[in-house]
């Protein structure tokens, strides 16, 4: 059992909760029961190693016996060391260590998607990890990060993403102009979300949706540009009926996704 905190091993691990360190050696912080799973059971291949406390093995039985299945060794630690590893306060008994698997952009586009999810400097992580679930259980083909936005392996980017980002293609470190110009070359129309554009629900009467569609989602704070906005065939917005302010941009994104998802099924 790994039991000394200060262990060279242990902080390895720790220090991938700071993007130099998972820059320098492609690998990323995975937490808790269910981001394991998803992992073990999606893309086993990736996990390099995997920690858990004995308490945490004996509830979870599932996790142990996918371990096996998947031919990856757990190694026992105390809560302690657990602790020091993760980058949360309680990561519920699990960390694992897996290699870093973006895909390209020129793969996903040319898999002929009909649903894609683009973020364009969104920076905050809990919004990126939300966004990338909710295309996931939107069906959408693959989710796009520009440069600009926040780091895909961010922890809790992975946090949020509740294992999503194991389920579907995720490209990483591109430009806009290069995702619109791919875009435009498969066949997707590009919409923007924007509280100055279409409404969503004209959008949808006008069956604007039925298309192979690329959402583009722009910072939390600012939005998209004017120049962004230029590059797109069309902005959506989502319509806020009751008295609150603005939407949550994960929020927004989901409905926007769901909406094509419902249309492009219908």
Wanted: glycine share 6%; with cysteine.
């Amino acid at each position: 059992m790994l039991d000394n905190p200060r262990s060279p091993r242990v902080r390895a691990v720790a220090k991938l909760a700071n993007r130099a360190a998972r820059s320098e050696t492609g690998l990323f912080l995975l937490e808790g029961p269910q981001a394991v799973a998803e992992a073990l059971t999606y893309r086993p291949e990736l996990v390099v190693e995997l920690y858990a406390t004995p308490t945490a093995l004996e509830r979870y039985t599932d996790i142990a016996d996918t371990a096996v299945e998947a031919g990856v060794d757990v190694e026992f630690v105390t809560e302690q060391v657990l602790e020091t590893m993760a980058d949360t306060v309680t990561p519920q008994g699990f960390v694992a260590v897996c290699h870093q698997f973006p895909t390209s952009v020129k793969d996903i586009f040319g898999g002929q998607p009909r649903l894609v999810a683009i973020l364009e400097e969104v920076r905050d992580p809990g919004n990126a990890g939300t966004i990338i679930r909710a295309a996931d259980a939107a069906g959408a083909d693959a989710v796009i990060l520009t440069g600009r936005s926040v780091d895909l392996y961010n922890p809790k980017v992975v946090r949020s993403s509740t294992g999503s980002i194991f389920h579907l293609p995720v490209a990483v470190g591109v430009t806009l102009d290069d995702v619109r110009d791919r875009a435009k070359e498969a066949g997707l129309q590009l919409f923007a979300a924007d509280i100055k554009g279409t409404d969503l629900l004209e959008a949808r009467n006008e069956g604007l949706l039925l298309a192979p569609t690329a959402w583009l989602f722009g910072n939390e704070a600012r939005g998209l540009s004017d120049e962004d906005l230029a590059k797109v065939d069309r902005s959506i917005s989502v319509p806020i009926y009751g008295h609150a302010e603005s939407m949550n941009l994960a929020t927004a994104a989901s409905v926007c996704l769901y909406e094509s998802a419902f249309a492009q099924r219908s």
